[in-house]
């Protein structure tokens, strides 16, 4: 079936950067693009930046400029998101979703990244 | 890009029908369709509901309808059921030539 399955929870210090990882199955990954949202604790929802899945197409969110990467690995079928510049703001469960004509129809359990000294 | 903006909650006793706003601006909700609306439970993934203004995904409740007026965008559910008890949140396309959306703020749905 289609899925995204995403990696494990992360601990980072601040000042430190994390990457997680979006391994889709079930569909033609270069047909879609990936977004990454974000969800800090008791807080909504936040859409981070989006990749396309098969060019080295990128567009994030002005907040974040600077300090997110994201990318595309077809060979693998994977979405990676780097953050750098870590800060306790930061800790949130992130997602990866993908898009179809601006909606979100299928998203990955999400990945827990807390930042602490 | 400024969030959208929707009630913080909202609530209904069984087989009551509810509406969720979600308002934006003529940058966003009212120049695209593209309008979805997401149902998230604690502990869980979003789950999209409706997508481009009233599309539903194939295994949504009819119960579940979309609709938009210029700046605003509304979500209803008839039929509230207590498995509706849940956060909503909208979201908009709002890219001039680039992919970008926006989220609204999000509302609870409590069934009484």
């Known amino acids: 079936q289609v899925q995204l399955v995403q990696s494990g929870a992360d601990m980072k210090k601040p000042g430190a950067s994390v990457r997680v990882s979006c391994k889709a199955s079930g569909y033609t990954f270069s047909n879609y693009g990936i977004s990454w949202v974000r969800q800090a604790p008791g807080q909504g929802l936040e859409w981070m930046g989006w990749v396309s899945g098969y060019r080295r197409n990128s567009n994030y969110a002005q907040k974040l400029q600077g300090r997110v990467t994201m990318t595309t690995d077809t060979s693998t079928t994977t979405a990676y998101m780097e953050l750098r510049s870590l800060t306790s703001d930061d800790t949130a469960i992130y997602y990866c979703?993908?898009?179809?004509?601006?909606?979100?129809?299928?998203w990955g359990q999400g990945t827990i990244v807390t930042v602490s000294s | 890009q400024s969030a959208l903006t929707q009630p913080a909650s909202v609530s209904g006793s069984p087989g009551q029908s509810i509406t969720i706003s979600c308002t934006g601006t003529s940058s966003d909700v009212g120049s695209f369709n593209l309008v979805s609306w997401y149902q998230q439970h604690p502990g869980k993934a979003p789950q999209v509901m409706i997508y481009e203004v009233n599309k539903r995904p194939s295994g949504v409740s009819n119960r579940f309808s979309g609709s938009k007026s210029g700046n605003t965008a509304s979500l209803t559910i008839s039929g509230l059921q207590d498995e509706d008890e849940a956060h909503y949140y909208c979201?908009?396309?709002?890219?001039?030539?680039?992919?970008?959306?926006?989220f609204g703020g999000g509302t609870k749905l409590t069934v009484l």
């Open positions: 979703a993908r898009n179809v004509n601006g909606a979100f129809d299928i």
């Open positions: 979201c908009s396309y709002g890219g001039s030539g680039s992919f970008h959306v926006v």
